[in-house]
């Protein structure tokens, strides 16, 4: 796989201790998986690969890119508390840097737990306090029932593929 690669730095070091703790390896790729298809060229991804504490867990990470004037963050892979404590802050500093709707695609997701929930939650409240709407791409129908048993249903958007989340909001859309 080509691209750049860079290490994210420990939220801080252990008291006492010089050396820095190794963190998960984060690389910023410029191609990733397929996991869709962007016209943008150089449009950049994050992801994580086990690193030796990490290396039963599968990989996971997310690729930013614009469409029809929306941010779309496309997932893949476990989206489980490993995955919230590694993408938090990237997401965070997307939603926080873009003044456009964000489109939350899971169609890559294969797996999601109250972390994955809980990433979601950051980047939805990160769009309502810049008011900027949130859609979620949920194609896999046990993750309908898992925002549906977190009683999230009614706090996003949820559109079946991506086609339809691009039109949410849009005059004449099924929103």
Known sequence: M?????TLPPDGYAKGNNVPPQPPVVKLIAQTPPVISSGSPG????RHEGGTMLEDHAEFGLRADVRQERLIIAFWGELDILADE???APLARLARESRRDLVLDLSAVTFLDCGGLTLLCRARDAARRRETRVV???????FHKILRLGGLTATFDIAGDLETALMTGAEGSPV
């Open 86 to 88: 590694v993408l938090a």
């Open 2 to 6: 080509q691209g750049s690669c860079i």
């Open 136 to 142: 979620l791409v949920v194609d896999n129908p046990f």
């Open 43 to 46: 449009a950049a991804s994050l």
